[in-house]
C-alpha cells in the first residue's frame, strides 16, 4: 500500500503537500436495480472466450492442467498407500482428546474461520455432527446462534463414519490438510462424510446464514478396506467456501470428492442495494456479536466478486483493475462487527470496528525475526482495517467507470504497550475522518486504534488516495520530480564495510534473522559515524524480481510492493547491524521488539512495480538508548525506485531486549 505527504496544519486540520482538506460529499451513487446472484459465477474475459467454430485454447489449457493434476494424483496415492501400508498395525483405541501440534502455516495457506482442540471423534460425536450440534463437539467458536440449521453431516445418507482417527488443518502431502477415518458400510458415501467432517472442521460453513452442504457426485469407490485417508488438495472461500480432496481407501483406490457450503436460494449473503447491512450473514464474532461481514466477504473483496463483497454497486469492477485489499498472507482483517456510516455520504464522520485473529502458526511468526509479529503486520492490519469502510461509503462510485487505484499516502503511529500476539484476536477500531474529491483521484484521512483483550497497544492516523492511471503515471516523488542523490553519492566514506545477511541466514541454528517470505535484504553496506547525525550510516540495494510473490498479493490485478514491506525492509537493516554491533552481547535471550511510546512517521509519493528493477535503500542511524535489559536505535530512512526518492521513514524503532528479564512485561 503506498504514495503524498500529510501535515498537521492545526489543531485536527490533516493537509496533502500543504493543502488542508475539505470534505466534499458525493450528491449521488448510481446503483444497480439488479439483484447480485447468490449462485457461483466465475469471471471469463472476452479475449478467452472463442469465436464459433475455432480451436478453444482455455478448455485445451484446462485439459492439460487436469490431466497433469491427476497424473500427480495417481502418483500421490500410491505414496500415500505404501505410508499407510508401513503404519498399519492392529487397530488401536481412539486416543484421549490432546493438543496436537500444529506446522507453522506457509505463506498463503488457508486460514479457518474456527480452531478446536479435537483431533479425533468417535462416533458418539460424529452422530452429534448427524445432527447438526456442530459446536457441542468443536467448542463455543462454532457457534452460529439459530443459523445454519440444515448444516450436517450425513444429510444424504445414513452415517457410515465409525470413528475419526486423526484430523490436522496442515496435514497431508500438500499441507492442506488431512483427516483419517474408519467406516463401515459403503465406501463412496463414507467418502463424502469424511470431507464433510473437514469442511466444518475447517468452519467453512461459519460464514453463511442458511447453507447446506453440497458434494459433486464422486465416482464410485470400489474397496474392502474400511479405512480411508482424506488428503485435501483444495480449500478456499471463493467463489463459495468448498474444499476438494483426494479419499484414499486403504488398498489404495481412491476418489476424488468436492464439497462445498450452498447457500440456499433467496438467502443474504451479503450487503444489499445502497449498502445496506440490515440480514444477518451466519458470522458471530469474538466477542460474542453478529457481525456485519465476514472472511467470505473479505475474500471477495481481495480477489473474488465485488458485488458479493460490498454490495450490488461494486459488482461491475469484479474481474477488473479496482480497489482491493491484499489476498494471500498479506490479508490481516477478517470481520467488520460495527459500522455507523452510510454509503454515499462522504462529508460525515464515520467510525466503525473490526477484528483480526492472529493465530500462532501464522508464517510471518515463524518467518519474522521479532518475538512477537513483524513491524509490517502492526501498519497492514490497521491500515486495511481503516480503508476498508472508506471504500465501502463509495468514493469510487463516483465515477464508476473510472480506474481508480488505491494507494497509502502516509501517516503517524505509536506502539503504546509491547503484546505478544499469537493466538490473539486483534480489535480494531477505526474512523473516517474526512474524505476529499479531487479531478483525478479522492483522498480520505482516518485513525484508527488497535486493542487486544480489551486495552489499546497501537494508534495512528493515516490518509490514502484512490488515484486515475493518469495520476499514477504523473507522480514525481518527494523531491518534486529532481533526482536526490544519496548520502554515499554526496560523500566519499574512509572506509565501507559489508553485512553478508544471505550467509547469516544460510547457517545453521542462525538466530534473529528473518527468513523465507521476509528475507528482504542479501546484505548492508555500513559507514560506522556516517549519515546525517554522524551515528552510522547503512546502505543497501535490493533487486526487483517481477515474479516476488508480494506483487500476487498486492494487489490483485494491480501489483505494487506493499509499502509496509519497505519499512520492513529498513527495519531489517538495522537489526543486522545492530548484532553486527554487538548489542545483543551479555544477553541471556536476546530478541527484537517494536518499541513503545515512540512516534513512527512515513511518507509515499510513489510506488514499487514489477517493472522496476532495484529497490535502493539508506538508513542514518539517529540515536542508541540503552536501557535495562535492551538497546533501542531510532533512525530516519529513504527508498529509491531508479531515479526518484519515493518513501521517507522518520523516528523507525528497533528494540532488541533480554526477553528473559522483559519476558513477563509483555501483555
Known amino acids: 500500500m503506498n504514495n503524498g505527504s500529510t501535515r498537521d496544519l492545526g489543531e485536527g486540520v490533516l493537509a496533502f503537500d500543504g493543502e488542508a482538506f475539505d470534505p466534499v460529499g458525493a450528491t449521488s451513487i448510481p446503483t444497480s436495480s439488479t439483484p447480485a446472484s447468490s449462485a457461483p459465477a466465475a469471471f471469463v474475459p472476452k479475449a478467452f472466450l472463442p469465436a464459433a467454430g475455432r480451436p478453444n485454447p482455455l478448455r485445451e489449457i484446462r485439459a492439460a492442467v487436469i490431466g497433469a493434476h491427476r497424473a500427480h494424483l495417481d502418483a500421490y496415492t500410491r505414496v500415500q498407500h505404501a505410508i499407510l501400508r508401513s503404519a498399519r498395525t492392529a487397530p488401536a483405541p481412539l486416543r484421549a482428546l490432546t493438543v496436537a501440534p500444529v506446522a507453522v502455516a506457509p505463506e498463503g495457506a488457508f486460514k479457518p474461520l474456527a480452531r478446536t482442540d479435537r483431533c479425533t471423534l468417535d462416533r458418539a460425536a460424529l452422530e452429534s455432527l448427524s445432527r447438526g450440534d456442530i459446536d457441542a463437539v468443536f467448542g463455543t467458536d462454532y457457534n452460529q446462534a439459530e443459523a445454519n440449521p440444515d448444516v450436517r453431516i450425513a444429510a444424504a445418507a445414513p452415517l457410515a463414519l465409525t470413528a475419526i482417527t486423526d484430523i490436522d488443518l496442515r496435514g497431508g502431502a500438500l499441507g492442506r490438510g488431512r483427516l483419517r477415518a474408519r467406516f463401515d458400510g459403503d465406501a463412496t458415501t463414507a467418502a463424502v462424510q469424511a470431507v464433510e467432517t473437514f469442511a466444518v472442521f475447517a468452519g467453512l460453513h461459519l460464514c453463511l446464514a442458511d447453507a447446506l452442504l453440497t458434494a459433486t457426485p464422486p465416482t464410485q469407490l470400489e474397496t474392502r478396506s474400511t479405512e480411508l485417508d482424506v488428503v485435501v488438495t483444495q480449500i478456499d472461500l471463493v467463489p463459495r467456501p468448498h474444499v476438494i480432496a483426494e479419499v484414499i481407501a486403504g488398498d489404495g483406490r481412491s476418489v476424488s470428492v468436492t464439497m462445498t457450503v450452498t447457500d440456499k436460494p433467496g438467502s443474504a449473503i451479503g450487503p444489499g442495494t445502497g449498502g445496506t447491512l440490515d440480514h444477518w450473514t451466519g458470522r458471530i464474532g469474538h466477542g460474542g456479536e453478529r457481525v456485519l461481514l465476514n472472511e467470505f466477504h473479505m475474500a471477495h473483496l481481495a480477489r473474488g466478486d465485488q458485488g458479493t463483497a460490498l454490495g450490488p454497486e461494486f459488482a461491475h469492477y469484479t474481474g477488473h483493475r479496482a480497489t482491493r ?208 547525525h554522524g551515528e552510522g550510516y547503512l546502505h543497501a540495494v535490493r533487486r526487483i524480481d517481477p515474479n516476488d510473490w508480494f506483487f500476487a498479493r498486492h494487489f490483485y490485478l494491480d501489483p505494487v510492493i506493499p509499502g509496509s514491506l519497505g519499512v520492513e525492509t529498513a527495519i531489517q537493516a538495522v537489526q543486522e547491524w545492530m548484532l553486527d554491533s554487538g548489542f545483543d552481547s551479555g544477553m541471556a535471550d536476546p530478541q527484537f521488539l517494536i518499541p513503545a511510546d515512540i512516534d513512527f512517521t512515513w511518507k509515499y509519493r510513489g510506488q514499487f512495480l514489477p517493472t522496476d528493477r532495484q529497490c535502493e535503500l539508506e538508513v542514518h542511524i539517529k540515536a542508541v538508548e540503552r536501557r535495562n535489559g535492551s538497546v533501542i536505535v531510532t533512525v530516519d530512512a529513504s527508498l529509491w525506485k531508479p531515479g526518484l526518492r519515493i518513501y521517507e521513514l522518520i523516528d523507525l524503532a528497533v528494540e532488541l531486549s533480554d526477553i528473559s528479564i522483559r519476558r513477563g512485561a509483555l501483555g
Open 325 to 532: 485489499l491484499p489476498t494471500g498472507g498479506l490479508l490481516l482483517v477478517d470481520r467488520v462487527s460495527r459500522f455507523d456510516g452510510t454509503r454515499g455520504v462522504l462529508d460525515r464522520l464515520a467510525s466503525y470496528d473490526s477484528e483480526y485473529d492472529s493465530p500462532a502458526d501464522s508464517w510471518y511468526y515463524a518467518d519474522s525475526a521479532n518475538y512477537s509479529v513483524p513491524h509490517f503486520v502492526y501498519m497492514e492490519t490497521s491500515l486495511q482495517a481503516a480503508l476498508l469502510m472508506g471504500l465501502y461509503v463509495g468514493p469510487t462510485l463516483t465515477a464508476p467507470n473510472q480506474t481508480l487505484s488505491l494507494r497509502n499516502l502516509g501517516g503517524t503511529a505509536t506502539v503504546l504497550r509491547q503484546v505478544d500476539l499469537r493466538d490473539k484476536t486483534i480489535a480494531q477500531s477505526s474512523r473516517l475522518l474526512s474524505t476529499t474529491m479531487l479531478p483525478g483521484s479522492s483522498l480520505q484521512t482516518f485513525d484508527y486504534t488497535l486493542s487486544v483483550d480489551g486495552e489499546a497497544f497501537y494508534r495512528g492516523e493515516t490518509m490514502f488516495g484512490y488515484f486515475s492511471d493518469e495520476a499514477l503515471g504523473n507522480q514525481t516523488g518527494l523531491d518534486a520530480g529532481r533526482n536526490k542523490p544519496t548520502w554515499r553519492e554526496t560523500n566519499v566514506p574512509s572506509s565501507v564495510r559489508t553485512i553478508d545477511i544471505a550467509a547469516r541466514r544460510n547457517t545453521s541454528g542462525a538466530r534473529l534473522c528473518s527468513q523465507g517470505t521476509l528475507a528482504l535484504l542479501d546484505q548492508v553496506d555500513v559507514v560506522d559515524g556516517g549519515g546525517d
